[in-house]
């Protein structure tokens, strides 16, 4: 069975990639900064807990909510933290984080939208087509969506990104050959 990329080889392709250290320190940013958004979200929808009648139900949606967003920026800082350090499971983390991003969309039962730093989403929102330019962590899930605002948009940015990463992995793999 072969391995899926020569570690050794990766570390050097990437030691001084001047791109990968960019990709490293915006996951790094987003995942911070993304971190410290969901706990206040957090701290912020718990304290309605204590001053509204909510349901047992409410509250299972904001520790869903809270744990999903705190894992996937936690997960999107390890996965700079270790492309900044030559670690070859970086590039798979970063893989993985940035795959989750490529999408957003509101439709009627669900509402997906996860950026850890910049984005350029071209969209389809209530019959117009265009594009925005984002900067900054963001993250929404929800499974009771209303229909009004429905959308979907793929992040460009998230795209060339994976694309990049696809392409120093698979240098890697042909090396390995």
Do not use: C
Request: charged share 15%; net charge positive.
């Amino acid at each position: 069975m072969s391995k899926i990329f020569d570690k050794n080889f990766f570390e050097k392709q990437i030691k001084s990639n001047r791109i990968i250290k960019v990709i490293s320190g915006l996951q790094v940013y987003g995942g911070i900064t993304g971190l410290i958004l969901v706990v206040i979200a957090g701290i912020f929808m718990f304290s309605t807990v204590f001053n509204n009648p909510v349901t047992i139900l409410d509250i299972l949606k904001i520790i869903i909510f809270v744990t999903v967003g705190f894992v996937l920026f936690l997960a999107n800082f390890y996965s700079g933290y270790f492309l900044y350090k030559q670690k070859a499971g970086g590039i798979i983390l970063s893989l993985g984080i940035q795959l989750l991003q490529i999408i957003q969309l509101r439709t009627d039962n669900i509402h997906y939208e996860f950026v850890s730093g910049f984005s350029f989403r071209v969209f389809y929102y209530n019959a117009w087509y265009g594009f925005k330019l984002n900067a900054g962590p963001r993250f929404f899930l929800g499974l009771e969506a209303t229909g009004e605002n429905n959308f979907v948009s793929i992040n460009i940015i998230a795209v060339l990104v994976v694309i990049y990463l696809l392409m120093i992995l698979n240098k890697t793999r042909s090396n390995n050959k």
